[in-house]
Nanobody, 124 residues
């Protein structure tokens, strides 16, 4: 089992920054990638960014150049640095971890573990 706890959400103005943190615990040796997803009211959950144990990172086109995913393996922690936030970034943000070897990182169905979410609100 793996437990994930997110923090760092809040309310900001457009153009400002936030850093989300996901602290993981448990059988982390089984995990091959960790990701951030978000879900806005009335919309489906969508993949924002992922980082693999190899270090490779992937981003949704909507956040490329603005968001950066990183990890501290020693602390079992993943971060999402979000710059130039826009109202369209308003959503509940979830940390997810996967021990599955195959499947697209953007597919929520390919993740075994989820955090409880942290809310990000961006006002114009």
């Amino acid at each position: 089992q793996v437990q994930l706890v997110e923090s760092g959400g809040g309310s900001v103005q457009a153009g400002e920054s936030l850093t989300l943190t996901c602290e993981a615990s448990g059988y982390m040796y089984t995990i091959n990638r960790m990701s951030w997803f978000r879900q806005a009211p009335g919309k489906e959950r969508e993949g924002v960014a992922a980082i693999y144990t190899t270090g490779y990172a992937y981003y949704d086109d909507s956040v490329k150049g603005r968001f950066t995913i990183s990890r501290d393996s020693a602390k079992n922690t993943v971060y999402l640095q979000m710059n130039s936030l826009q109202p369209d970034d308003t959503a509940m943000y979830y940390c997810a971890a996967s021990s599955l070897q195959y499947g697209s990182w953007v597919s929520a169905a390919r993740y075994n573990y989820w955090g409880q979410g942290t809310r990000v609100t961006v006002s114009s």
